[in-house]
């Protein structure tokens, strides 16, 4: 049996551990002890490490000590520290991007310049604001074309960074003022103005060796924090899939468009000489006009990776030695023609204040007994089904597998309601309300 070694903490890494146990040995890296991940490194056999998932040169130490065949790194905040840059120095195999293949994703700047380049019909209005000079000169223009915006960090910000006008944004003088706080607070970055864009968001995360991919369902994450998509951004309070590749309100002529554009980026960033393999991770808006280009991540999305793991049929570690070998083929793995639902469970004060730590109790038999699998990410265990959270951050997840969106969400629901007991707050219409959104039915495609 392979030893593998996954990078993380959360409810992502949670569900990649899940499934490696199936077959492999696993290994873990983790900030704190998370429930779940202690549990499928102690069933398989394997160690874990509580440190830092930033610290590469600790992770190559606990890999070369245990021997480990392959290491998964799959968050964004090791990969922009260059953990796979450090592992790779060391001779151990890795997936996952170093820190310059990365750049996609913790370079904002970098990412739209590039998808403008390439596909420049498909790239929404956008800004370089660095300074004060370039800050006035771009809201004057905004101004001028009567346009709402969003507002990016250049860097990362874990979800929680990107305000939106309508949103969280009264209006053009309420982000010219968040715009000008960036630059005060991050003076050695520049702030993205994106034009804003009406549309349903999704994100379709291919997997590749560097060169081949692998087409997984493309996933629709929640990311506001209530409700309604009210409140404050999140990391994702939830996400869904359906039973084909495409989603309920995509054609597949959006797949497809979506899927040669990740194709025709991961050639680029090979021309290049950027080492990426492991995940790329598209986001885009259906609009009436056909699709417009949200972000890059180099990584699964959390909770949407929690989707991808349900419904893939075959095993994990194979997967991911065909990534390493760079053998990839569309036969490498399959995924079962069924929906998924994830809905995470969060302390109350997420995203909204720095809170106190709070216990819950969670029937973990009994949940699991119903189908519904669970994956621990900012909490710990205190006692047998007792927990409390840790930090302010999303605490537990909680995902099912069905033949209709509707039904997955239903179990969902039904363990959180009978099974979970404590102040914890989640989103009831993750997955229970697709159906209401905008579908663009005579749209023009761009070919």
Request: glycine share 8%; aromatic share 8%.
């Amino acid at each position: 049996m392979k030893k593998i070694l996954v990078v993380g903490q959360g409810g992502r890494e949670s569900s990649i551990a899940k499934r490696l146990a199936e077959d492999s040995i696993v290994f873990a890296v983790m900030a704190h002890k998370n429930p779940t991940l202690v549990r499928y490194v102690n069933c398989s056999g394997g160690k874990y490490l509580i440190c830092s998932p930033n610290d590469g040169e600790a992770i190559a130490r606990f890999a070369t000590e245990n021997s480990v065949d392959l290491v998964f790194v799959n968050s964004d905040e090791p990969l922009a520290s260059g953990v796979v840059d450090v592992l790779m120095s060391h001779g151990i195999h890795t997936v996952g991007p170093t820190r310059a293949g990365a750049q996609i994703e913790w370079d904002k700047e970098y990412a739209i310049k590039l998808m403008h380049k390439k596909f420049p019909e498909f790239t929404p209005e956008f800004w370089i604001v660095s300074n004060e000079e370039s800050l006035t000169a771009a809201f004057d223009e905004i101004q001028k074309m009567s346009l709402e915006i969003v507002v990016k960090p250049q860097g990362l910000s874990g979800g929680k960074g990107v305000k939106v006008m309508g949103v969280h944004l009264a209006n053009l003088m309420a982000a010219e003022e968040y715009t000008r706080k960036l630059l005060s607070d991050r003076p050695d970055e520049s702030v993205i103005l994106v034009e804003k864009i009406e549309g349903v968001e999704f994100t379709l995360m291919v997997l590749t060796d560097g060169v081949s991919v692998l087409r997984p369902p493309a996933t629709y994450d929640y990311p506001y924090r209530f409700d309604g998509d009210t409140g404050p951004g999140t990391g994702g309070m939830g996400s869904f899939n359906d039973r084909c590749l495409p989603l309920p309100f995509m054609t597949q002529v959006d797949y497809d468009q979506c899927l040669n554009i990740a194709i025709e980026i991961l050639q680029v960033i090979r021309a290049e000489n950027r080492h990426f393999n492991g995940v790329l991770n598209t986001g885009f808006f259906i609009t009436e006009k056909g699709l417009k280009f949200l972000e890059f991540n180099a990584r699964f999305g959390d909770p949407e990776c929690m989707n991808i793991m349900s419904v893939l049929d075959g095993s994990l570690s194979s997967l991911l030695n065909d990534i390493d070998c760079k053998t990839l083929t569309n036969t490498s793995a399959r995924f079962m023609n069924q929906a998924s639902v994830v809905k995470y469970l969060v302390s109350p004060d997420y995203a909204l204040k720095n809170g106190e730590r709070h216990e819950f109790e969670m029937d973990i038999d009994a949940i699991e007994r119903m189908g519904v699998d669970i994956f621990f990410s900012s909490a710990v265990e205190i006692e047998i089904n007792r927990f409390v959270t840790i930090g302010n951050s999303r605490c537990v997840a909680l995902v099912a597998r069905s033949n209709s969106i509707q039904s997955a969400c239903d179990q969902v629901e039904t363990a959180i309601r009978k099974h979970v007991r404590g102040p914890l707050d989640w989103r009831t219409d993750v997955g229970s309300e697709y159906k209401n959104l905008n579908v663009y039915k005579d749209r023009i495609y761009i070919t």
